[in-house]
């Protein structure tokens, strides 16, 4: 078990470094003590999976470390913790602790009762909407082996690796008939790298989202965020192992939209707030 948590931390750290393009990672810390906040930074390591040793499992966590830092998985949360070593040079920010809290938000409250409210704010099937990577078989989530994800294996005609699409159910399209473009008609879709591609819905009741070229999301989601290999086939288990199965679509005033993935059961819970 220690192994198979420092192997998916690890695939977890490297996927967002892949999706986000990030260089180097740290972690900030505040951590409080009476009357002060105490502010450091420290390393954001994959865990070093070969070195794991000194495991120690009882009923409420599993205990390890890698010759770097030592680690505890709490079964009661399924969380995996890190254990931090506050160094001396650590920097301290004195503090006055509020004994009335609540008096003091609504107090502010009151006083900037009149400010405007935010614009950016995501409006469900106004300005994003969630898709899922999936399709469901005997109520289960599924992908299949020769559409959506790995529609370059579909059946008839030879097919390039590249071929590829986003499955969008017919119910979003009922639910929210104005979010997305008419069928073929090209909009900008950026990722979260900031490359923008072009995009559009295609094949019967606008079921698929693809770009132009098609590689260009499938170089994306397969091969950088997935990191299949040509003829690989996208499955629920690397999808559960990296923790994500749907991806969120946001669409500005101007008619642009960007992509991003989103964890596990995103869509699920988003399909259940709109029934």
Known sequence: MALKLGEYRNDRINLASRVYDIKNSLYHIVARKEKEL???????????????????????????????NLYSFNYSKSTLFRKFIIPQN?????????????????????????????????????NYVILPL??????????FERSGLNQWNANGR??????????????LHRKYPNFFP??????NLQIPSGE?????????????????????????????????????????????KLGFDSVIITKNEIGDFKIDIMKTNTYSEFNKETE
């Open 38 to 68: 105490l502010l450091y930074e420290t390393d954001y390591n994959t865990i070093d999976v070969a070195n794991i040793h000194s495991v120690k499992d009882n009923k409420a966590s599993l205990q390890f470390e890698d010759g770097n």
């Open 196 to 240: 923008i591609f072009s995009a559009k819905l295609c094949q019967e009741n606008s079921k698929a989202l693809m770009t132009n070229p098609n590689k260009a999301l499938s170089d994306w989601l397969l091969r950088k965020v997935l990191q299949l290999k040509e003829g690989e086939l996208a499955t629920m288990e690397k999808l559960d």
């Open 90 to 126: 650590v920097f301290r920010l004195p503090i006055d602790i509020i004994d009335d809290p609540y008096s003091l938000l609504l107090e502010l409250f009151e006083e900037n009762k009149n400010l405007k409210t935010a614009t950016d704010k995501l409006v469900k099937g106004e």
């Open 182 to 187: 008419k069928r073929d008609q090209d909009f």
């Open 134 to 143: 999936y399709g469901i078989q005997k109520k289960e989530k599924f992908i």
């Open 158 to 171: 030879k097919r390039d690796f590249g071929e590829v699409y986003i499955p969008i159910p017919a119910e």
